[in-house]
């Protein structure tokens, strides 16, 4: 136990019971359904009763086992605790790393496949991929509209993702050795480490040990730190700060403090390269814990310098690498792909859609909601259990207010983002992990403390290992909102046809081709509007509400001349939106989705294009990474994948004329996706199609 958990060195009960005020009443209470009239979960109140069942079945269950089998759970939970202590801690540590490694791998097989599945993921392997050949930017090609996305940025003929560089420069680290995939478990892996480390110092070792045990076998965790994103390594930023935050709080010299602070302040650098706003957020809380610390000790305020020292490293390649792109050494790529409305704050979004304070709040409840489920996978919401923790305990230390505060941090800084986003969670509380899981693995022994008799204490302490089997005991099923297997199944049923072409390619044999992919109506007409001028994320909405053909036919006019004032191009824009009455074409991707205007007839030119709506789950942006540069940075390789854009295709000639051309089809039958490879020949835009 920490000697504040021991000496009554502890501070007030208010943090503890306001934080359990906040959580039930955007969780306990769906504060996210009252705001949009249940649409925001509408199984929330389904998985409500499941929960509420399966917490009276387990605790009857366990009082039975505690009552009438009272040697023998006595036995198997001093049995337990012994296995789990009996390693050494820096043995455990280790193990825990290798374990959480293993796991990381395993979930990113069966969800995944070890490849990525969404357009975060391969927008920065392709930068990854860049990288690895040694270029910060590839050169934009002449005739953008053939191979950009929504994540690309192209400016001053330099061509790069809107990510910052950090997330891709470790993933170029496993290109290098031919396995990026490798990346993020083992990140994730030194994060169960470095937890035990903090947890170890704050509380005590059995509550570190267990917390890194709920950290590893979490499903969120897992799942994450199975895939391509770059909040794995924020995550150990963040983490490995904490750990070293533990350290420098207790030095008792000049050193030591020196050492740690610069420890802290790398960690939140390296953190910042792949996501400054998650750096920025977590700093706060650590920056504040520091400035009331370094008040009763002057060795520790002088260590502050190294702290920047440390966290200068990172940051200032991080800006080098904005400057070498975007041209500003303080531009982000998102800023100067979508504007200073993808900034957080209160105002219209880039989708041009207001962001208000009341959005924001059902956005935190949304998040909260659906961590309930991905956390833990356990028969019981993960926010039952934390303010079960946070109402049982009799006081908090100035690590729970810390803890509490970087939550509070990324829920308020992710409330007040206009994007709500989710990837095996809610992705933008994953920082927030140390806090979650300790909360967690203090539950047993903080309700313990509240109940009295031997029966009552031996039924809470068998109650966490009831909800761990069950979680990772369930069948998969889709009826319930928990159970590990249900929800690596449900992650595994996202794909992308990228694979199927670039191995199909390889097995025919193609070389020095140019290969057009056919990535659907939408795409096509979203890469155009795109080179017209229009920022990507209001072109992916308005392409999925407004008249696709007046679209085409307004871009078909735009593109037979040149419009360097851009005065033709607002034309097209402004008759695009005047053109009212379209509607979703149902039974469509999301990725896929368009709308016309219903009753009216279609033009050739049309019906050629809505004969080729359906992608198919080709993602230009997915095939990206497979495409190399030459020494100048220009597309090159044996292939070179291009959207297929119908009859403009021919002004690609004098860039690719060399190459053989092909045109890749997809057929589906089932769940499987099939690619032949035809040599290219130039079409009629002009034959109809069959009507969807």
């Known amino acids: 136990m920490s000697p504040e958990r021991t000496s009554g060195e502890g501070g007030a009960r208010w943090p503890l019971v306001g934080a359990a005020i906040v959580l039930f009443a955007l969780t306990v209470v769906p504060t996210a359904n009252l705001l949009t009239d249940g649409v925001a979960d509408p199984q929330r109140a389904a998985h409500v009763r499941q929960w509420l069942a399966w917490l009276v079945l387990t605790t009857l269950l366990a009082l039975t086992f505690s009552r009438f089998a009272g040697a023998p759970v006595r036995a198997f939970l001093i049995g337990a605790d012994r296995l789990h202590m009996a390693l050494p801690p820096r043995v455990f540590a280790h193990v825990a790393c290798a374990i959480t490694t293993a796991l990381c791998l395993a979930a990113g097989w069966m969800a995944y496949g070890l490849r990525p599945v969404s357009g975060d993921e391969v927008a920065q392997l392709w930068q990854a991929t860049l990288l690895a050949q040694g270029h910060l930017a590839a050169h934009a090609p002449v005739h953008p509209a053939f191979f950009s996305t929504s994540m690309t940025v192209q400016t001053d003929g330099r061509w790069f993702t809107q990510f910052p560089v950090g997330g891709a420069a470790a993933l170029a680290g496993g290109m290098l050795v031919g396995a990026p995939w490798i990346v993020n478990p083992l990140l994730t892996g030194c994060t169960a480490a470095a937890l035990h480390a903090f947890v170890r110092v704050i509380d005590s070792e059995r509550i570190a ?113 904005n400057h070498a792109t975007t041209g500003a050494s303080l531009l982000f790529g998102y800023d100067l792909l979508n504007g200073p409305l993808h900034r957080p704050g209160f105002h219209p979004g880039p989708t041009l859609g207001a962001h208000t304070p009341l959005r924001g709040l059902r956005m935190a409840s949304s998040y909260l909601m659906r961590l309930d489920s991905a956390l833990l996978a356990w028969p019981l919401p993960a926010s039952w259990l934390m303010i079960g923790t946070l109402l049982s305990s009799r006081r908090a230390t100035r690590w729970d207010v810390l803890l509490l505060g970087l939550l509070g941090m990324l829920l308020a800084g992710y409330a007040a983002y206009w994007a709500e ?272």
């Open 209 to 321: 040990r267990r917390a890194t045990a709920v950290f590893a076998l979490s499903p969120f965790v897992l799942l994450m730190g199975g895939s391509q994103m770059n909040h794995a390594m924020v995550l150990l930023g963040i983490t490995t700060a904490l750990a070293a935050l533990a350290q420098w709080a207790r030095a008792g010299e000049a050193r030591s403090a020196g050492t740690w602070a610069c420890v802290i302040g790398a960690a939140l650098g390296v953190a910042a390269t792949s996501r400054p706003y998650d750096a920025a957020l977590a700093a706060v809380p650590i920056g504040l814990f520091q400035l009331v610390a370094v008040r009763r000790n002057r060795v520790l305020a002088r260590s502050l310098a190294w702290q920047f020292i440390g966290g200068a490293v990172p940051v200032g390649l991080l800006l080098a690498a």
């Open 421 to 692: 986003s989710y990837f095996a969670g809610p992705r933008f509380l994953y920082g927030a992990l140390p806090a979650f899981v300790l909360l967690i693995a203090r539950f047993p022994d903080a309700l313990s403390s509240r109940v009295r008799g031997e029966t009552a204490k031996r039924t809470v302490a068998l109650l966490v290992p009831l909800w761990l089997a069950l979680a990772w005991l369930l069948p998969p099923n889709r009826t319930h909102g928990y159970g590990v297997r249900t929800i690596l199944r449900l992650s595994a049923e996202k794909f992308s046809t990228a694979t199927t072409i670039i191995e199909g390619a390889r097995a025919a044999q193609l070389h020095n081709a140019l290969v057009f992919v056919q990535d659907g109506w939408h795409a096509r007409l979203a890469a155009r509007l795109r080179s017209a001028g229009l920022r990507p994320l209001p072109v992916e909405e308005l392409t999925a509400t407004a008249d696709a053909c007046t679209m085409e036919t307004e871009l078909d006019a735009l593109e037979s001349a040149p419009d360097p004032s851009g005065v033709r191009a607002h034309r097209a824009l402004d008759a695009i939106l005047r053109d009212t009455g379209a509607v979703a074409v149902s039974g469509l991707r999301a990725d896929d989705q368009i709308a016309l205007v219903p009753g009216r007839a279609l033009p050739p030119t049309c019906m050629v294009s809505q004969s080729k709506t359906v992608s198919n789950g080709v993602s230009m942006a997915a095939l990206l990474s497979s495409i190399r540069v030459d020494a100048g940075g220009r597309l090159s390789g044996d292939v070179v994948y291009a959207r297929d854009l119908g009859a403009a295709n021919e002004q690609l000639r004098a860039e690719f004329g060399t190459r053989t051309w092909y045109i890749a089809e997809m057929t589906s039958g089932g769940d499987a996706v099939r690619v032949r490879f035809q040599p290219y020949r130039r079409r009629s835009e002009a034959a109809p199609a069959p009507p969807m």
